[in-house]
């Protein structure tokens, strides 16, 4: 690692390093700075107009309930950052919406304004519920966030949170040294002590978003300048985090020192050549930006809005890198470049493998279940030699708020999004490619759905190993003993969603296909080994179980 860059302040502290993996260019602070030492306040706000009411922005989206056709895990965030074009607000939407398959629930943009020339820079905020497109469907709401930076956010919400706007970010707060907004991609482990601790010492919190802690942490730093405050903040932060920090004229980013979470670098290829951070690469392609890199496990990157200087700092010491695989699973899209790999190749990869490990005699067709399980059939089907045919279309059109919970209509919630077709699967003997099985509840209404189209055999293929444990790292999971691979053999789970044959890509084949770089993937959800002990999480968990 480079020589360490530090500077001495008389009432807290600066330690920085160079990241080791990347080209840093000096930072320069003020040699004497004074750190105020009256308690912290914190004014954590979401929506304000330019009105002289000051009224809260009218939210234009609808609520919406759970999907019922979800039976995968769910990434819970996206996050987008712009500095350096005059159409940040706009083109951060945009990119939002290439990122709305990481979120559904929420989404907001926070941007910088400045009225004049002669008028101080402020930042302003816009959130909502829905998606992207409910969100900022009213022109003037992008209008309102006029700006040269911006920071977005797309979300998934936890339990019992689902309609809540005050979870939705990116997070916009005031304390003593002016605003601050931030974005977070991830899950932070120990929560609860750290904001049982932030409570016990006066803090008051507005949501209950993991993220708000973080502004806490950063508010009652004593460290000058921010980015210390940030060091100071991530050092007490246990589990996933990509961050995205927005001032008045500065953009940060900062990735946990594992990895977990995606986070890149890209530069966009208008006249501004400003700077973007997104959680994958198809939103930079979107806005015509070029990628340029990872932000590295670690690494903090400052963007200086004033002369576009690009700063970057070990934020602590490296630790071995264990990017969530779940990425090249299901969550990313396949045209996105995740943790240095083509996605689409990842998963056609382990179609491939899955055909040579768990073949299918006298098998007539490969279909995919849509659209996770699409590359991973295709590999299927170029292994086995197999026809691979579109034999489920999915409705891209079907609301979720519309679907009522019910029990008597639920089994009609995948034949609203999943229509077999009759010609490609009646008298046939059909192999059925997914990427991954959760409860199995869904997997077994497509058995059902496809047997009642005429198939004459059923045989499931999933292209990842069985699912046993949860994920901590961001990633909306069901509890252990409600995943179905953690109750049940892979006989038992065969005869729970009623398939003629079941076969899971195996661990030691997944890992194999990611050669040397495996040990640097987390797979805690199918081997149960977790780099950060999920300790807080199960604590949390038994006693909510206590309570009910």
């Not at 339990?159 to 809540?164: E, F, K, N, W, Y």
């Not at 961050?243 to 946990?256: E, P, V, W, Y």
């Not at 045919?389 to 009609?412: A, C, K, M, W």
Request: aromatic share 6%.
């Amino acid at each position: 690692m480079a020589a360490a860059t530090s500077t001495s302040l008389a009432a807290g502290r600066l330690h920085f390093s160079p990241h080791p993996n990347a080209n840093p260019a000096r930072l320069s602070f003020p040699a004497s700075l004074k750190t105020p030492s009256k308690p912290v306040s914190l004014n954590l706000r979401h929506l304000t107009v330019p009105s002289a009411a000051a009224a809260p922005y009218p939210d234009s989206s609808s609520s919406s309930i759970p999907d019922l056709l979800s039976d995968k895990p769910r990434d819970e965030c996206g996050v987008v950052g712009i500095i350096g074009d005059p159409d940040a607000s706009y083109l951060c939407s945009v990119a939002l919406h290439a990122l709305q398959h990481r979120g559904q629930e929420g989404a907001g943009i926070v941007s910088t304004h400045r009225p004049s020339s002669d008028s101080p820079v402020s930042l302003r905020s816009v959130t909502g519920l829905g998606l992207v497109s409910q969100v900022f469907q009213d022109k003037s709401k992008l209008d309102y966030l006029s700006g040269s930076a911006a920071i977005g956010h797309v979300r998934y919400s936890t339990a019992g949170s689902a309609s809540s706007l005050a979870n939705v970010q990116p997070f916009l707060a005031g304390y003593r040294f002016g605003q601050l907004a931030v974005a977070h991609n991830g899950n932070l482990v120990n929560y609860s002590s750290l904001r049982a601790s932030l409570e016990d010492s006066g803090s008051i919190f507005n949501t209950t978003s993991d993220t708000e802690v973080i502004l806490h942490l950063i508010a009652n730093s004593n460290s000058r300048p921010l980015i210390s405050r940030i060091v100071d903040a991530c050092e007490a932060l246990q589990g996933a985090y990509s961050l995205l920090f927005l001032t008045k004229n500065k953009l940060f980013a900062a990735r946990d020192p594992y990895g977990f979470r995606p986070l890149v670098l890209g530069r966009l290829r208008r006249p501004s050549r400003g700077i973007v951070f997104a959680s994958e690469t198809c939103a930079l392609d979107l806005i015509e930006a070029d990628y340029e890199r990872e932000v590295n496990p670690g690494e903090v990157i400052l963007v200086d809005g004033h002369d576009m200087s690009l700063s970057s700092l070990c934020l602590m010491p490296p630790k071995p890198r264990k990017a969530c695989i779940f990425e090249h699973i299901y969550f990313a899209l396949p045209n996105s470049i995740v943790f240095g790999r083509a996605v689409y190749s990842s998963r056609y990869s382990f179609g491939s493998t899955l055909a040579k490990e768990s073949p299918v005699a006298n098998a007539d067709v490969v279909i995919p279940v849509p659209d996770s399980g699409f590359y991973a059939a295709l590999g299927y089907a170029s292994h086995s030699g197999v026809p691979f045919q579109q034999g489920l279309i999915r409705s891209h059109y079907v609301g979720r708020t519309f679907i009522q919970p019910e029990q008597n209509i639920r089994d009609l919630a995948v034949r609203l999004k999943l229509a077999p077709v009759k010609g490609i699967l009646e008298g046939k003997s059909v192999v059925v490619v997914d990427d991954s099985i959760v409860r199995g509840t869904t997997s077994s209404k497509i058995v059902r759905l496809i047997k009642d189209a005429g198939a004459r055999e059923v045989h499931m293929r999933i292209a990842s190993p069985p699912i046993v444990g949860s994920c901590y790292y961001g990633v909306d999971t069901p509890r252990s003993e409600e995943l179905i691979s953690n109750k049940m053999d892979v006989e038992g789970v065969r005869n729970a969603i009623g398939c003629d044959s079941l076969a899971f890509l195996s661990l030691e084949s997944l890992r194999n296909l990611l050669g040397k770089e495996a040990p640097s993937y987390c797979d805690a959800c199918f081997s149960g080994n977790y780099p950060v002990p999920p300790i807080e999480n199960e604590a949390d968990r038994l006693l909510t179980e206590e309570e009910e």
